[in-house]
């Protein structure tokens, strides 16, 4: 009623956002802590040692086993030796062949001589390359071949052969699916061009391809002190620049 009293207002206290904020950290209280701990008796000196020992041991053996499986200088030619990759000097060896022929150096390994590489490393096993046709399987030793010599396909690769103590050829294929690159099977070839400027994909050995050579014009030569100089349209040198050999950019390395 208007006689009544007015209510009282609500107390500041809860109403502030500071009362329902979770309360800080006392600063206070950790530093009493930390001085709590710092002003505590320090242990004695027989302890403080035994303890230092028994941490320095740990360290040691923690060392020892992240040593373990590591190769470190220190065990580098105990490792070698045992992968049998051994890079130390020959011993017992007095006299060697040095060659870098691989055939030369097969032919000296049947014979039983030391052969010797160029860093002074005695070569037990020699290992050359062939090309071998993954198509009719015929391999030959001209590394320069495109195409097979039997077959006249394109499916030449290069495999390592070594030859062991009997005189036999061993080949080590790898045995990634990679090596055999399927380029050029998932398009069709393009249609072959004709003319003098022909630019066709290298498909047989015998595949006859243009000369590439300059135009007629390009390659005559005009000097008016020749004496079997004779007098054309003009006495200048004429620059080529219209026919289909300038727009490839071909030139002539004698003129």
């Known amino acids: 009623g208007p006689g009544s009293a007015p209510a009282p207002p609500e107390s500041d206290e809860f109403g502030s956002f500071l009362y329902w904020r979770p309360p800080l950290p006392s600063i206070e209280e950790e530093l009493r802590e930390l001085l709590a701990i710092?002003?505590?008796?320090?242990?004695?000196e027989e302890q403080r040692s035994s303890a230092g020992g028994a941490s320095a041991g740990e360290e040691e053996e923690?060392?020892?086993?992240?040593?373990?499986?590591?190769i470190t200088p220190g065990n580098l030619k105990q490792a070698q030796q045992d992968t049998g990759h051994c890079d130390t000097a020959p011993v017992g060896v007095q006299v060697g062949c040095v060659?870098?022929?691989f055939a030369m150096q097969n032919v000296l390994l049947q014979m039983g001589l030391h052969v010797l590489a160029v860093n002074g490393?005695?070569?037990r096993r020699a290992r050359s390359y062939i090309l071998r046709c993954h198509g009719c399987f015929r391999t030959t030793s001209d590394m320069?071949?495109?195409?097979?010599?039997?077959?006249?396909?394109?499916t030449l690769k290069k495999?390592?052969?070594?030859?062991?103590?009997?005189?036999?050829?061993?080949?080590?294929?790898?045995?990634?699916?990679?090596?055999?690159?399927?380029?050029?099977?998932?398009?069709?070839?393009?249609?072959?061009?004709?003319g003098k400027h022909a630019n066709n994909p290298h498909l047989v050995e015998d595949q006859r391809f243009p000369q590439q050579r300059l135009s007629r014009k390009a390659?005559?030569?005009?000097?008016?002190?020749?004496?079997?100089?004779?007098?054309?349209?003009?006495?200048?040198?004429?620059?080529?620049?219209?026919?289909r050999a300038a727009h490839l950019h071909l030139r002539d390395a004698a003129l």
């Not at 990634?176 to 004709?194: E, F, T």
């Open 219 to 243: 390659r005559q030569k005009t000097n008016v002190f020749d004496p079997d100089y004779l007098a054309g349209a003009s006495p200048f040198a004429e620059n080529d620049v219209h026919s």
């Open 38 to 44: 710092s002003g505590s008796p320090e242990p004695p």
């Open 62 to 70: 923690d060392e020892e086993s992240d040593d373990e499986g590591w």
């Open 159 to 194: 495999v390592a052969v070594s030859v062991s103590d009997d005189g036999s050829l061993h080949m080590h294929f790898s045995r990634n699916p990679k090596v055999l690159n399927p380029r050029g099977l998932r398009y069709p070839l393009p249609a072959p061009q004709g």
């Open 144 to 154: 320069t071949k495109v195409f097979c010599p039997h077959c006249g396909n394109k």
């Open 99 to 101: 060659t870098t022929d």
């Open 121 to 123: 490393m005695l070569i």
